[in-house]
Structure formats: C-alpha cells, structure tokens
C-alpha cells in the first residue's frame, strides 16, 4: 500500500514551525492512516498544528472541540426527537421520514465528505473517562451504523486525525494502542527564535535576543503557578514591537509583564523577586520567604 | 525484526503491546526508514505513547543500539572537525603546541583502538572515552588536543538523543508537583445524580408525551455531578518533619481541587488517640469520637504519616508521645476503629517502600491498605477508593 508520497507529505506550513520529530510523527500517522495523538505543556501549538497540517495538505479541517458534557455518540450523529415531536404535535413539516432528524456530528460529516478532510479533535481529555473507548471502533473502521435510518456511514477517505490532550485524564490503553504519539516539548532558544520570525518578519535582531532571554529566564523560576508560553510570548512580543520599547530596557524592567504572566499570585511572586513595585502587605509576605 | 528490542522496551517498563509492535513492523515494511535516526523518532512515536516513558524508551533505546555507531562513522566527524582550520583557531597558542606535539593519525588510531576496547559509557577518567575526563576523546574534558564527540553539536544521532535522556523529568515515578497530583485525584469521582433537575429526560418525555396523548410533556432530570466526600488525615511533626514539602504539595492539591463535593482536614502526631486537631500547631482539638459522629462512612479517607513510632506509642495505654494526651485507649484501637468505621480508607506513606518493614508500619499496613507517596502510588491509592464495596 506505500505510496510514492508517502513520508514527507507535511512540511510545515509557512506560518507554524515545526521541530523533526514532530514532522516525523504527522507523517507517520498519515501514511499509516492512525489518529496522531498531540500532548504538551499549554501553549505549544496543538492546536494551531492541524491547522497547519490542513492548510499544508490543502484540506479542510473539521474540529470537534470536546467538553465535560460531550459523548462519543454527538460526534457521530443526533437523532431530534424532540424537534420531531415537536413537528408531529403541528404537522409543519414532513416526519414520516426520520431522514429528517438525523444530524451527523463532526466525526460523522468528516466521513461523510467526498474528499479527504482534517479532523481535530481537541482536548480528547476534557470528557468522561469512558469517551475515548467509545470512539474506538469507529475510528479504527472509521465507519458507523445509523440504527434509525438503517444505513452506514463508511468513511470515503480516512480522514488525517489529530487528537490533542492536556493529559488531565489518563486515556483509556486500548485506545492509546491505536494512535500514534507525539509530546510536543518547550522549544529551545533557536527554534523559538524561527517561530516568533514566523510571526514578526522584520522584528529587530537586538529586541528579539533580548526578549528571548527574558523570557527563557521567567521560565526558569518554578513557582509560577502557569509558566508563559509561546502564545504569551508572542502577545508580549507584539505589545513590545507596538510599544516601540527600547531593547535595553527590556531585561531590566520587564514592560507589560501582564502579558506574560496571567495569574495574579505569579505577578506578585515575581515583583517580590525582582525588587519591583507590588502593593503593600502581600509583597512583605513573599519577602519573608526569601 | 529487532524483536529483542521489543523485549528490551518491556523489560525497561515500556508498556509496548503486539499490537503497536505490528504496527512499527508495517511502517518499516513501507521502507521509508533510512537511518537509525528516523527509525528513533518513528519508533518512539508509535510505541511510547506518555512523556512518563520517554526516558524509559531512551534507556532501552540505549542499550539495544549501543555499538551500532561504527568507529569510522565517528572518525569521519573527527576528520571534518580537523580539517576545518577556524575550529583550530579556537584553541589557544598553549593548546594549539601540545595539540601539534600529538600526531593527527596517531590521533585518530588511538581514538579508533580506544573505541573498539571500550564497550560501556564512560565518565571522568584519563583514559577512555568518555565525558569529563582527561582523555584527548571525549567532550567536557581537560584535555587541551581533546576532540568533542557528541556533546553539543546540532546534528546530533539517536543514540546521543538518547543518551541525553532530556525526558528524565517526566517519569511518573519520580517526580510529584501539585498539578499531577491534582490529576491523580481528579480520579476521585464517583458521578451521581444531584442537584437542581436541569438536563431533559428523553426516555421519560416521550413516555408521558405518549401517555398524554402527543400532546408535548418535558421531564427534567438532574444532572451527573461528583459526589466523592474527602476527608484527609495528615501526620505532621517529628520524624514527618522531612517529607513536609510532599505532604504539603498534596494538601493543595487536595484544597484546590474544585471537584470533591466535601472536602475536610485534620493533623495528628504518630498516632490518632481520643482528639485530632484543626491546625499544624495543634492546638484547636476536636475529638476523635465526635469525628466519627459527624463523619459518614462514605467519606473517602486519606490518611498520610510515615506510621513509624516507639511501639509503645501505638500499643499502649498512656503511649502518646505527647504525655499530656493521657489516652485511655492505646492508638491501635483508634486505628482499628477509624479502619472500620469508613468503608474506603487508604494510608499513603512517604517514606520509602523499602524502609517499610517496620514494626508498627507494618501493623499499620495490616489496618490501611498502605501505599507510597508517589504518583503511582498516589494512582493505586485514588483507584483502591473508588472500587464498589
């Protein structure tokens, strides 16, 4: 079944950067046709990176996002029994024909399309522990059967699936079994300094080692409840380009560190460290501390 | 092929199944690997499936492939690394006299000869090649002629990604922070009906619309929420004094986690006797009677201490360590009856496994199912509190 594209169908796209290992990964699930399974700190593009496979693929993307409440049969389809009900107490509309009232979800319309689609399903981790065994079968078939209308839904091509994960929930084993695996790590300084030129073309050579640094050294204090990451870098970044800050300001006094840091225990954690202006009270307890 | 590295993997702990392995064996089939680089990197991607194991894998990874890196392979980068006279200029004038004195093929044959009597990875030293060492080979060494091999060059290959081990960090059973325990004890939940009646009840609407004769009749029901109880029990002081940045971690998780119906505290010293107390220092007591009064057994109970203590001070009569306690009853018997009273209890100890054989640790173990404070332990823990009774 090789086929002469095979391996190195991703590349990249030009607004994502990607590291080889992870290029790797999509090729691999691609070509092996198995979900591709994403884990990483928040922040490292999980998301944003079936959304460069599809723009790099030229296909559509179907994203499912998953919530507490969400169940493996939405993503399949719905079957309004209420709307019918409600159809067949005013006699609007046709119900003979349950057709109707038969929705397919995103898993549903992914396999449904004439042509190969992208389908993300986000944050698999966010729904009840049993979601992702219920899924199994229809996404190694990739196929479902519609038990009111007596039909089955085969999927036409397999879509590309990217399955991303907070890890906030261990998955179920048999489930992992099927997938193929990546963990995307924190970027190091060089490939940082390719994704936020990805971003910011033409941002100046001082400014951008300088905010690099800062950065790398914020992350390297541990107490932070939520580290900065690339997406608060980039903000602080674009708030820094717009501010027209001077670079040898930056290590020294940190503008808009709002943008960085979103917890307010970690602000004030961090002008307690560096000396800053914090006020009152809290600032003497974390001066205590150290 | 490559089976035994399937074995290897197992044997490292990898959970690898037959299936993932079929799977590596179709990708390989396919012929898109070259290298023994992109064979890591494929290899890893379809059987490693947690960060937790990543420094597992690369441990195995290791070992499996050492000495598949041939000597002229190496010499080959040696030779480039030579041949490029800016890297010489980096040497000082000292370095760059004691690197002539030392003839470049007597250089490499030594590095080849070195490589082929070496078979294990070697650190500090004079002689092998290794890190750290005075040895020419070798990187981070004293050795002013010496040659980096490896170390910080950007192409790097498999077996030194591997080597470098970067995912130690993420094996589960090292390391705790209060955000994976936190996902430890998100597997505290039990979810039960509760609550305003809030989500549609379909099977229920369409029976009374039914029974109304079509005429549309919406039931509600309530909808799942978590309906664990928790209640924590912690030892503090004395010889606990060296696990209290743990023990603390796990509080806040415990007091953060938003998910618990009810969630209640209580420190002890050693042993539980007639009172537990409210605060570190001891001081706002509340009885021990009266917390089972109040406490239904459903309560999941998490108690954590190191249970080691005088013998005397958990068998006898008057045994607390803090002689003003004058228990009427010795501490086993309190045990016993907390043990007994809730229907889910589970000790967590933080100290090691290994110093676990003694005498009122194992005593305690007979009265609490008794697990270390580590994150698996912590998993085992969580899942013994949730089975059905």
């Known amino acids: ?290 | 092929m490559f089976t035994d590295f399937f074995y290897t993997l197992k044997k490292r702990k990898v959970p690898v199944s037959i299936t993932e392995w079929m799977t590596l064996m179709e990708a390989l089939s396919q012929g898109y690997i070259t290298n023994l680089d992109e064979f890591y990197f494929l290899a890893r991607a379809i059987l490693v499936k947690s960060e937790a194991y990543y420094d597992h894998y690369d441990v195995a990874f290791q070992k499996y492939f050492k000495g598949i890196e041939t000597p002229s392979e190496i010499s080959e980068q040696i030779l480039d690394w030579l041949k490029d006279p800016l890297n010489r200029m980096t040497l000082t004038e000292e370095e760059q006299a004691l690197f002539d004195s030392m003839d470049f093929d007597e250089l490499l044959k030594e590095l080849e000869k070195r490589l082929k009597e070496q078979t294990e990875q070697h650190d500090g030293g004079g002689h092998w090649i290794g890190r750290g060492g005075t040895s020419p080979f070798g990187h981070s060494g004293y050795h002013p002629a010496g040659i980096r091999i490896g170390g910080e060059s950007r192409g790097r290959h498999a077996i030194q990604i591997a080597q470098e081990r970067r995912f130690r960090n993420y094996r589960n059973d090292l390391t705790l922070d209060i955000r994976q325990i936190k996902i430890a004890l998100k597997g505290l939940r039990q979810l039960s009906r509760i609550g305003i009646e809030d989500e549609l009840d379909l099977e229920e609407t369409i029976e009374a619309t039914a029974k109304n004769a079509g005429e549309i009749e919406l039931m509600w029901q309530r909808s799942r929420k978590n309906a664990v109880k928790v209640l924590l029990l912690m030892d503090v002081g004395g010889s606990m004094e060296s696990f209290a940045l743990l023990c603390s971690q796990l509080f806040s998780a415990a007091h953060s986690s938003t998910h618990f119906k009810d969630f209640h505290y209580y420190y002890f010293h050693n042993c539980i006797y007639d009172s537990v107390y409210q605060d570190i220092e001891r001081q706002e007591a509340i009885s021990t009677e009266h917390l089972l009064c109040i406490m239904e057994p459903d309560y999941k109970l998490l108690l954590v201490g190191d249970a080691r203590m005088a013998p005397s001070e958990l068998m006898e009569r008057y045994g607390a360590i803090n002689y003003y306690e004058h228990n009427e009853a010795p501490g086993i018997v309190w045990l016993k009856r907390i043990a007994e009273h809730f229907t889910h209890c589970v000790w967590l100890n933080p100290d090691d496994p290994r110093f676990w054989n003694h005498t009122t640790v194992q005593m305690t173990e007979k009265m609490f199912p008794m697990f270390p404070l580590t994150l698996d332990g912590l998993g085992q823990a969580v899942r013994r509190l949730v089975v059905k009774k």
């Not at chain 1, 691999?28 to 599809?54: C, D, W």
């Not at chain 1, 085969?154 to 699936?161: D, E, I, L, S």
Request: glycine share 6%; with cysteine; aromatic share 10%.
């Open chain 1, 1 to 290: 079944m090789a086929s002469s594209n095979g391996f190195d169908q991703f590349k990249g796209s030009s607004d994502y950067v990607t590291s080889e290992p992870l290029r790797n990964a999509v090729n691999v699930a691609i070509a092996l046709e198995r979900p591709l399974l994403i884990r990483g700190e928040p922040g490292t593009g999980k998301t944003l990176l079936s959304h460069s496979i599809a723009r790099g693929l030229v296909k559509k993307l179907i994203t499912w996002n998953i919530k507490s409440t969400t169940k493996a049969q939405e993503g399949l389809y719905v079957y309004d029994t209420v709307q019918r009900l409600n159809d067949s107490r005013f006699g609007d509309r046709d119900v003979s024909d349950i057709k109707h009232y038969i929705k397919l979800g995103k898993l549903g319309q992914a396999f449904a399309s004439p042509e190969q689609v992208v389908l993300l399903i986000d944050e698999v981790d966010k729904a009840d522990i049993e979601f992702p065994n219920d899924l199994l079968n229809e996404l190694d078939e990739m196929s479902f059967y519609i038990t009111e209308t007596d039909e089955s839904i085969r999927a036409v091509h397999r879509p590309v699936t990217v399955i991303t994960s907070n890890a906030e929930k261990e998955l179920p084993d048999a489930f992992l079994r099927r997938c193929i695996f990546h963990y995307i790590e924190f970027p190091d300084t060089e490939l940082m300094e390719e994704i936020i030129r990805v971003h910011f073309p033409d941002i100046k050579n001082n400014l951008l080692h300088e905010a690099l640094k800062t950065f790398y050294k914020l992350r390297e204090m541990d107490d932070f409840r939520k580290k900065p990451s690339t997406s608060e870098l980039i903000d602080w970044i674009r708030a820094l380009v717009a501010g027209g800050i001077p670079h040898e300001n930056i290590s020294k006094e940190i503008p808009f560190i709002g943008t960085l840091l979103k917890k307010e225990t970690d602000y004030d954690y961090f002008m307690a460290r560096t000396g800053g202006k914090s006020q009152g009270r809290r600032r003497d307890l974390y001066g205590m501390l150290y």
